[in-house]
DNA sequence: TCACTCTATAGACACCGTGTCGAGTAGATC
DNA sequence: GATCTACTCGACACGGTGTCTATAGAGTGA
């Protein structure tokens, strides 16, 4: 987690920082990033617009502070997994895909802020698509070594087909969380999603 | 395709507001929509900044015009495909995606709009939504007559697949076709999606 | 106690893109 | 030739962003 922000790390001041943050989330749950503006934000956090500049260039830098967090804890949280696919390996991708739909549930309104503004800010894409990549690495791994014992059948190369399930778990997350109105339901997303996981990566088509 | 633009329906003058979506086309390939600013649209198409008020409301109006026009031809397309999925389900399925690969690839600059404008503009969002609900039926229709025919097995509910398929695909093709960093080639997406789907729906799990 | 320094704050300003309004032009029709 | 109407543009107002400058106030050392 790199600095964000311009302020040089001291002791007071953090909790302004901390406020603007709290107050972001909080009004990003009931309205767009785009929606908000930064006087909104300030306002939010008890301070004037201009003073808003002081702790953050622009709110794309406010958010790539929030995103931080939530990636941290993604990441945190998958590097705790059981890495042990051998006993029942339905069991373990649905837990792994299940720290997704729990962080994704927990920070919705971080993680479709960044889903939307990825597309105009060069830095949120740049983060945002280096998370992607430790995870779609990580799956391609686990895909190919499920391969080399013999568990999943060959096909597609492993790095294609983690991309393809990555998106897919972005795109249906967004939509389940972000309340769009062509979504599964959020009780059913994650058997959905598990249930495709192992489907394409041990299924095979009967002839 | 509902009228779009303020013009009543009239000879003289189709060409202009032609002339402003080709020029729309050509530049949004370069550049994203909010990059271009209507000046630039208008003089791309030899008129000043106001007079392209006289053709469309605004910007998102104009992309909802160019977006009609993509949408029809994927249900075109889709429409005149045979439906015969009995013989060989997984060459059916894979003509079925091969329609939106295609014109996702041909109008590429149009789509990726869309998809970027649907969170900031509900005019965009109904008429994207609209045509994947089309699709989703299609696709739910197909898969619960594979199921009742005995060639696919049971398990989740036809309509969450078919949402979640759907929703892949168009992340996927959005990456690919938009030149993310994360995405699968142009000469292989095809093959990936249809190989996602093909197991999803028909294949089964050895235990 | 008195400067001095550095963080923190807000008001004022300039800029850019959007959308509206009203005045004006050109070509067809009577 | 009058007029009607589609069409065109310049000028304006508005809202959001980002910068600059002045200054308040807390801590620090002589």
Do not use: C
């Amino acid at each position: 987690m790199t600095q964000r922000g311009r302020r040089t790390a001291r002791i007071s001041g953090d909790d302004r920082q901390d406020a603007i943050l709290s107050a972001a989330e909080r009004l990003l749950t009931a309205r767009s990033l785009d929606d908000i503006s930064i006087e909104e934000f300030a306002h939010g956090a008890g301070i004037s617009r201009s003073n808003f500049y002081f702790y953050f260039r622009s709110k794309d830098e406010m958010l790539l502070a929030l995103l931080d967090r939530v990636i941290a804890e993604v990441n945190h949280r998958v590097a705790s997994l059981p890495r042990d696919f051998g006993r029942d390996p339905a069991e373990a991708w649905r837990q792994s895909i299940g720290v997704f739909v729990e962080v994704f549930s927990e920070h919705r309104a971080v993680s479709t802020a960044a889903i939307t503004a990825r597309v105009r800010s060069p830095e949120v894409l740049a983060l945002w698509t280096e998370a992607m990549q430790t995870w779609v690495d990580y799956s391609t791994e686990i895909i190919t070594a499920e391969r080399a014992r013999g568990a999943a059948p060959d096909g597609i190369a492993s790095a294609d087909l983690a991309v393809t399930l990555n998106l897919m778990n972005e795109r249906v997350l967004s939509a389940t969380f972000g309340s769009e109105k062509l979504a599964v339901n959020q009780d059913a997303v994650l058997d959905v999603l598990a249930t495709i996981w192992v489907r394409t990566i041990y299924g095979v088509v009967p002839t």
